[in-house]
């Protein structure tokens, strides 16, 4: 029994490791069993083919490990008093640690490389479970079917962070007047009461299939901002029935739209007829038709 003699794959010198061993253990080890040490040689962390190892087999008063052999041909530079207490700590931690994927510091053991390819087997899975759902047919796209808790929960956040996050770049609006007011309310009443509904105004056919429904916007539009609103009217909102008005209407004509929703929350129904009565023939218009004068029949 004396002390495992190794050799330093960088300058080919041998060194006394910490490690007991026997020339009959020896004759055990795999050809290519290595192991991850710290080197007493050149200081640096590398592998060691334990197959090329040697025993040093004299007395252990006249060798001390990682140093000079008096009675042996292993003859072995002598290194600081640091440098052994490393040495033989990590040694010892390497001959109970997996072999690493590769040496180095950085160097992923075969557990967590397991750990790894587990989690993205778990993931390749999933995505082929949800593709055979969906590709099955099974998921209903009926409008008719109401979405349940979690999915209307995950729409609603969705849809509120989107709308924050895209609208932050929407300039400040402009002072509502008026005019602007009644300009949107023609809007409304020609684009978007058959959906909302209003004050003592019943939603239309559209709007009762629509799912989501439509918000009534007397309770809604105090959660949202001005520049929000003016996002959400000007581009719409997947997947809600909502449309884009981008296309159709000039961002002035958007903000009336703006400026006369902002008055909902605190509308009566009496308040919602005057504006109607006083608004009289239908007379809206969109885009380049809402700067001319309309072409009136005698």
Not at 268 to 288: I, L, N, V
């Amino acid at each position: 029994m004396g002390k495992l003699i190794l050799s330093c794959a960088k300058t080919g010198r041998a060194f006394k490791s910490g490690f007991q061993a026997s020339g009959a253990d020896l004759g055990y080890v795999p050809p290519k069993w290595k192991a991850t040490l710290l080197c007493a040689i050149c200081h640096r962390v590398h592998e060691f083919n334990f197959a090329e190892a040697r025993v040093c087999e004299c007395a252990d008063d006249c060798c001390r490990p990682y140093g000079e052999c008096q009675n042996c041909e292993f003859g072995v530079r002598a290194t600081t008093a640091a440098a052994v207490s490393r040495a033989a700590s990590r040694s010892a931690a390497s001959v109970l640690r997996p072999r690493s994927f590769k040496a180095g510091r950085n160097a992923l053991t075969m557990q967590q490389l397991k750990f790894i390819g587990g989690i993205g087997f778990t993931l390749v899975v999933v995505a082929g479970l949800v593709a055979a759902y969906i590709y099955s047919g099974a998921f209903d796209v009926a409008a008719s079917t109401p979405d349940n808790a979690f999915e209307q929960s995950l729409f609603r956040t969705a849809m509120r962070r989107s709308v924050v996050a895209m609208s932050r770049s929407i300039r400040q609006p402009p002072r509502f007047t008026d005019h602007m007011v009644k300009d949107g309310f023609d809007h409304y009443e020609d684009m978007c009461g058959g959906c909302h509904g209003g004050p003592r105004i019943e939603r239309g056919e559209i709007g009762k299939g629509l799912n989501p429904p439509a918000p009534n916007l007397a309770d809604a539009v105090p959660a949202w901002s001005p520049g929000q609103l003016f996002w959400i009217v000007k581009n719409g909102l997947k997947m809600t029935g909502m449309p884009s008005f981008g296309k159709t209407h000039d961002d002035n004509q958007i903000w009336s739209i703006v400026a006369f929703i902002e008055q909902l929350p605190g509308m009566s129904d009496e308040q919602y007829q005057e504006m109607k009565e006083q608004a009289g023939p239908d007379t809206h218009a969109h885009g380049p038709e809402a700067t001319r004068p309309l072409d009136v029949a005698n």
